[in-house]
């Protein structure tokens, strides 16, 4: 198609050569082979000049969306970041959306301000799934989380801290310790079994050689604060979720145990990842650890 536009464009099989690169000779060959595929005379000689005919004009119009479409294929799977206009698709957990995100989602926009980036709040086993159903580019998981078909960017451990409820306000931060006892008997508001916050959590206590007295279950960090804060129970949060305000919880840790999660940036595993992907990833990477 290309060939035959330059032939069309140029009025002659010598300049079109020319500007293709090709001999005269190449480009006859190619306009012969396309007339026989298609049955029908493309050009016609008039004197020592080619002209098109009617149905060569009628491919031309043909040719060149065609053409079109293809160098926006190009374009778009090019591996150019910067040109990349399809959509990015970001997924992320509520707590490090809401505590650990902000700043650095706020200068991802402006550095990439032509990218329509979406982004989807989801437990890490739901996060990954949708990377390997190519439904998300770029997900920020919690670690451990065990799968071969993902690479990973560890980024920085966050602490899983207790949480009693206080009869007084508590302001100012503190950290207190408690015993494993103390907590194997406590009631416990914690994320659901399915989740992998607590697959984490129930390894920790059979480390402590017991099993947790659960009396409530929720997806939600900032429900399960209140819930502790209203005095249903205990529960076991991440650390950045906890910082800051005034509130009715105190916070400790296991005396002599340590519970932490990785926060990783994950994405699919594939030899043909977008180039815009691994671009986000290096980025938020950089302004999450300039925060840390």
């Not at 990439?112 to 990954?128: H, K, L």
């Not at 439904?135 to 990973?152: G, K, M």
């Not at 960017?153 to 009693?164: C, N, Q, R, S, T």
């Not at 408690?178 to 406590?186: K, M, N, Y």
């Amino acid at each position: 198609m290309e060939l035959f536009l330059a032939v069309i464009d140029c009025a002659s099989v010598t300049r079109a050569a020319e500007k293709v690169n090709l001999s005269p000779g190449a480009v006859s060959l190619q306009l012969q082979h396309l007339a026989a595929e298609l049955r029908t005379d493309l050009f016609v000689r008039s004197g020592k000049h080619i002209v098109p005919t009617p149905a060569a004009l009628r491919l031309a119009e043909h040719a060149r969306t065609l053409t079109a479409h293809i160098r926006q294929i190009e374009q778009e799977f090019a591996g150019d970041p910067l040109n990349d206009r399809l959509p990015f698709q970001f997924a992320t957990g509520a707590t490090a959306l809401i505590h650990q995100l902000g700043r650095s989602l706020r200068l991802l926009r402006k550095s990439f301000p032509q990218t329509s980036i979406g982004i989807t709040v989801a437990p890490t086993e739901e996060m990954v799934a949708g990377l390997l159903q190519r439904r998300f580019d770029l997900a920020l998981i919690s670690l451990p989380f065990q799968n071969d078909d993902i690479d990973v960017i560890p980024l920085f451990e966050e602490e899983l801290l207790v949480l009693k409820p206080s009869p007084r306000r508590v302001t100012g931060w503190r950290v207190g310790t408690i015993q494993p006892d103390e907590l194997a008997g406590a009631p416990l508001v914690l994320y659901p079994k399915r989740s992998n916050m607590r697959s984490m959590i129930d390894a920790f206590c059979r480390d402590l050689n017991f099993t947790p007295r659960v009396i409530m279950e929720a997806d939600d960090t900032e429900a399960m604060k209140k819930l502790v804060e209203t005095g249903f129970g205990c529960s076991i949060l991440p650390e950045f979720a906890l910082r800051g305000g005034s509130r009715f919880f105190q916070v400790f840790r296991v005396q002599g145990r340590r519970l932490a999660r990785t926060q990783a940036l994950a994405m699919a595993r594939s030899q043909h990842r977008r180039a815009l992907t691994d671009s986000i990833a290096q980025f938020l990477k950089n302004a999450l650890s300039s925060e840390k």
